[in-house]
């Protein structure tokens, strides 16, 4: 009697496991099928969100000298984006670690709808600043990739992360245009209309789509010190913890530092493509496309082929490696056809480092505070959009173009120095 129970009692067990593997997606092709639907389903939202974004980066121009703002007022309403921007990313992290992806992707969608909405009926310049606001919360992207670090091993997380980038080049190449063809055709306004519907066609991939996620279980292993104490969302202590984890100070800097004088150059490129190379708007337009194209072949194509076959800390160090190589071929640069060459190797470092950072990052925190960490990552472009109109203008103004690359080669070389010296002690904190 006692060995049928023991044999019912097992076999149990094992209905129950099998159940529990399906629902998590392991061991089971319905659950990979499901995953692989989720994973779709976030790339499809960060396309539509990075689409639109840089449509309205397009349009807003046009949109700010129609109701008079001047290009002084247009530097501050951009500096205004970038600073809700910067201080929303890691609260919005922060939000998508306490209620779950699906969450998080909704409130950037419906912060996306709100914008679009108050841009749509922008008529005076305070309307226009105001309609800044939902900016704060508007991270798309990072809610994408906090959907593929829940739904990924530790080791598929570089390559996943990578091919979300494709979204990025798809974003830049139809937003550019699309936003150009419907302005021009069908009026300033219509672009934003347009970009309304597409945030309310978000949440609704987000409702039905995206998996409603139960907060992640404290990793056992760490201290009490090292998971998080407060339930607050916007602890800025708990956002800071983070930085204390093993390594994870260093290769943050390195993320930080190692793009920002390039970016500081692309910041003032519409500037520089006017004056410097003389382009007209058209030709300008064919040049972001070709970025585009590129950020889609590196993300897609080349980024995940090397996370298989090199460590990560390899290609972090082959990033700052070829961003200094970069930076000598700018500070050479004469015409825009040199440019254009000087562009695959600076999107492959972008792209590389962008990758890794992200994937070595999330894999050294605890699996409760990886959309914090993405949240700080997503942080580092609105910082450079914050501080890079004012210093950029300056590097411009008095030290000319070459300024740009020089800055590049002495950071980065500094930077992949201090590669080679230290032993950076990453700490993956996933099974």
Avoid at 10 to 25: D, I, K, V
Avoid at 43 to 58: C, E, H, K, N, S
Avoid at 76 to 84: A, P
Avoid at 169 to 183: A, H
């Amino acid at each position: 009697m006692s060995t049928m129970n023991v044999k019912a009692s097992s076999r149990g067990e094992e209905e129950a496991s099998g159940m529990r593997s399906a629902t998590l997606g392991e061991g089971s092709h319905s659950g990979d099928i499901k995953k692989g639907q989720v994973i779709i389903a976030a790339r499809v939202i960060a396309t539509i969100d990075l689409t639109f974004v840089f449509m309205q980066m397009g349009v807003m121009p046009y949109l700010a000298k129609s109701i008079g703002l001047d290009s002084v007022g247009f530097g501050y309403l951009q500096t205004t984006f970038g600073v809700l921007q910067l201080v929303g990313g890691s609260i919005f992290g922060r939000f998508a670690d306490k209620f779950g992806a699906r969450a998080a992707l909704i409130l950037s969608c419906a912060s996306g709808s709100a914008f679009f909405l108050l841009t749509s009926i922008s008529t005076s310049i305070p309307l226009l600043f105001l309609s800044r606001l939902p900016a704060v919360f508007m991270h798309g992207l990072p809610g994408a990739q906090k959907v593929i670090t829940d739904m990924t091993t530790p080791s598929q997380r570089a390559d996943a992360l990578g091919k979300l980038g494709l979204c990025f080049g798809i974003g830049v190449i139809i937003g550019s245009v699309l936003g150009g063809v419907l302005s021009t055709k069908f009026g300033i306004f219509v672009p934003i209309y347009v970009g309304l519907v597409a945030n309310l066609i978000n949440i609704m991939i987000a409702m039905f789509w995206i998996p409603l996620q139960a907060k992640p279980k404290p990793d056992h292993h760490l201290t009490e010190h090292s998971t998080s104490q407060s339930g607050s969302v916007f602890s800025i202590r708990e956002i800071l913890r983070l930085m204390k984890f093993p390594g994870v100070m260093e290769v943050f800097i390195v993320k930080v530092f190692a793009g920002l004088p390039i970016g500081l150059f692309l910041i003032m490129f519409s500037i520089i493509s006017m004056d410097f190379f003389g382009l007209e708007a058209v030709e300008h337009g064919y040049l972001m496309s070709y970025f585009g194209v590129l950020q889609m072949v590196v993300q897609g194509l080349v980024v995940g082929k090397l996370t298989s076959r090199c460590t990560e800390m390899t290609l972090l160090k082959l990033s700052v490696f070829v961003f200094a190589g970069v930076g000598l071929g700018m500070a050479l640069m004469r015409t825009v056809w040199h440019y254009c060459i000087i562009a695959v190797p600076l999107v492959f470092a972008f792209s590389t480092l962008a990758t890794i950072t992200d994937s070595i990052l999330t894999k050294a925190v605890p699996s409760s505070d990886t959309g914090t960490m993405l949240g700080i990552c997503a942080s580092v472009q609105p910082l450079t959009r914050t501080v890079g109109p004012t210093i950029g203008g300056v590097l411009y103004k008095h030290f000319g173009v070459s300024s740009f690359g020089y800055l590049q080669l002495i950071v980065n070389i500094g930077l992949f120095v201090y590669l080679l010296k230290s032993n950076i002690p990453l700490t993956e904190m996933k099974s």
